[in-house]
C-alpha cells in the first residue's frame, strides 16, 4: 500500500476524534445542569421571599399581640373598677359597661387578625419547608448529572486517546509535507473535516465531481507519493 493511502485511515480517526469532541461539547447532561442550576437559583429566589414575608408576618403579630394586651388589660382594669364598688352613680356604671363593651370588641378584633396572621405564618412555614425539599431533590439532581458528565468525560478522553494512538502509527509513513497539507486544508471550514479523498473512476470522492480527462490522465502520471489535489475543491486526492 503506497504510504500515501495511510491518509485516508488518519482522516477516519479525525473525523472519529471530531464527532467525540463535539459530543463532550454537546452532553444532554450539560444542558439538564444548567437547568437544574437554574431551578436552584430560582428556588433560593424564592427561599428569600418566602423569609422575608415570614419576618413581617412575625413582626405585625408580635405587635398585634402586643396591642391585644394592652387593650386586655385596659379592660380589666375598667372590669375592676365596675365591679370595685366604688362607682355608684347609674350614668357612670353604664358608661363603664360601655367602655368594656368596646375594649373587648376591640380585643376580639384584634385577637381575630392575629389569628390570621398566625395561620399566614404557619402557610409560609410550610412554604419555606417546601421550597428547601425541592432544593434538596434540585441538588441530589445537580449531583447525579455531573457524576454522569465526569463518567462521559472519562470515557471520551479514553477514547479519544485510543484514536490519538492509532493516528499517530498512521501518519509515520505519510509524507511529511502531504501531511501539513492535509492539516491546512482540514483547518478549513468549507472542508468540514475532509481534507482528502479518494480518486476513483476518474472522479474526487469528496466533491463528487469527474476530473476532465487531461487532468486524470497527469495525475494517474505521477509517482505514488507526489501530492495530488482536485481541481474542482481542492482536496488532497488518494489513488
Request: proline share 3%; charged share 35%; glycine share 6%.
Amino acid at each position: 500500500m503506497p504510504p500515501i493511502q495511510q491518509l485516508l485511515d488518519v482522516q477516519e480517526f479525525d473525523l472519529a476524534s471530531d464527532g467525540l469532541t463535539l459530543r463532550l461539547r454537546t452532553l444532554p447532561e450539560r444542558e439538564a445542569l444548567q437547568q437544574s442550576h437554574a431551578r436552584a437559583a430560582s428556588l433560593d429566589e424564592a427561599h428569600s421571599t418566602f423569609i422575608e414575608r415570614r419576618e413581617a408576618l412575625s413582626h405585625s403579630e408580635h405587635g398585634l399581640g402586643g396591642e391585644v394586651a394592652v387593650v386586655a388589660a385596659k379592660a380589666k382594669e375598667v372590669e375592676d373598677t365596675l365591679y370595685s364598688g366604688t362607682v355608684k352613680a347609674p350614668k357612670e356604671l353604664e358608661a363603664l359597661q360601655e367602655e368594656i363593651r368596646l375594649l373587648r370588641e376591640r380585643q376580639s378584633g384584634l385577637e381575630e387578625q392575629e389569628m390570621e396572621l398566625l395561620e399566614e405564618i404557619d402557610r409560609t412555614e410550610r412554604e419555606i419547608a417546601e421550597n428547601r425539599a425541592a432544593r434538596d431533590r434540585t441538588d441530589a439532581d445537580s449531583k447525579d448529572l455531573e457524576a454522569a458528565i465526569h463518567k462521559a468525560e472519562g470515557e471520551i478522553d479514553a477514547d479519544l486517546e485510543r484514536f490519538a494512538d492509532q493516528r499517530a502509527c498512521k501518519t509515520e509513513r505519510v509524507p511529511a509535507a502531504i501531511l501539513a497539507e492535509y492539516e491546512r486544508l482540514r483547518a478549513q471550514q468549507r472542508m468540514a473535516g475532509r481534507a482528502a479523498a479518494p480518486l476513483a473512476q476518474g472522479s474526487c470522492g469528496g466533491c463528487r465531481v469527474k476530473l476532465p480527462v487531461l487532468e486524470y490522465n497527469r495525475l494517474k502520471a505521477e509517482p505514488e507519493d507526489a501530492l495530488l489535489c482536485c481541481v474542482h475543491c481542492g482536496r488532497i486526492l488518494v489513488r
